[in-house]
């Protein structure tokens, strides 16, 4: 074997093996984290004692991630409270930034969570308990549909993705008895009319309006339509279609 092909050989090597040790450590750092909780169908690792309160915010989001259709009462999740532990900024440089993420089973709290307030972040905020509860969505569908059909390389169209784990994240709102469709779909149409592509429909927490497009979207289809995730997830329906239907229940609503 000539030296040139030797070269190669160890740089392809190298590459496949520090691949293999990047995503051994994205998809299992549990010990990079000091502590470490387990409650009910979750494990908790921080880098410092985790607050006791957490359990109540815990319950509600299963609760919730309950109601969804593809819920698994088996499913475990192991969520990283990733704030001033070394494994942040390593996510975040192979994954970008962000206030959250799930990658596999694993949800990623990547700012300051608030049990006592539910919020998550500090500039910007989300409100932690639908957060978490978006989250295990997404978890759970990957667990339904599995790695080939979503992946970062190839996923369904982001407002399917996104749009349900916000569904069910929101329930208990869009479930209240003096909730209105028709209001939502007003504001998202005044969004969208102005160009925005972020909101903020409460002080200190911006949403980029993909997210509460989807959302709409997906709510419409499910509660008015009767549609199930299985139907959605389908090629066929497509977002631009949906979203006209939508104006047009919601302009004959009125």
Same mark, same amino acid.
């Given at each position: 074997?000539?030296? $040139? ?5 160890? #740089? ?9 040790? #990047? ?10 984290? #000091? ?8 494990? %908790?690792? +921080? ?7 957490? $359990? ?19 499913? $475990? ?24 993420? +799930? ?9 300051? #969570? ?11 905020? $989300?409100?932690?308990?639908?957060? %978490? ?40 709102? %869009? ?25 903020? %429909? ?53």
């Amino acid at each position: 074997m000539t030296v $040139r092909k030797k070269t190669f050989l160890i #740089a392809g090597c190298t590459i496949v093996l520090g691949l293999l040790v #990047a995503g051994t450590l994205l998809l299992f750092p549990n010990y990079l984290f #000091a502590y470490h909780e387990n409650y009910k169908k979750f494990d %908790i690792y +921080s880098g410092k004692p985790i607050d006791a309160r957490y $359990r109540s915010t815990l319950d509600q989001s299963l609760a919730l991630a309950g109601n969804s259709e593809i819920f698994d009462s088996s499913y $475990r999740y192991d969520i990283f409270m990733t704030k001033g532990v070394w494994y942040k900024p390593f996510a975040e440089t192979l994954l970008g930034p962000s206030l959250a993420r +799930s990658i596999d089973n694993n949800i990623l709290l990547n700012d300051h #969570a608030d049990f006592i307030n539910n919020e998550l972040g500090t500039s910007n905020k $989300r409100e932690l308990m639908q957060t %978490i509860t978006h989250e295990m969505v997404h978890c759970l569908m990957l667990h339904k549909y599995g790695m080939f059909r979503i992946n970062p390389l190839h996923h369904p169209p982001l407002w399917k993705v996104e749009g349900y784990p916000e569904f069910i994240a929101l329930r208990n709102d %869009i479930y209240r008895k003096d909730y209105d469709l028709r209001r939502t779909i007003a504001l998202l149409k005044s969004f969208i009319d102005r160009g925005d592509e972020w909101i903020t %429909i409460k002080q200190g927490f911006a949403d980029p309006l993909l997210y509460f497009k989807a959302r709409v979207m997906m709510e419409f289809l499910i509660t008015k339509k009767n549609m199930t995730l299985d139907q959605i997830m389908d090629n066929s329906v497509k977002e631009d279609e949906v979203y006209n239907e939508l104006i047009d229940w919601y302009q004959h609503k009125r």
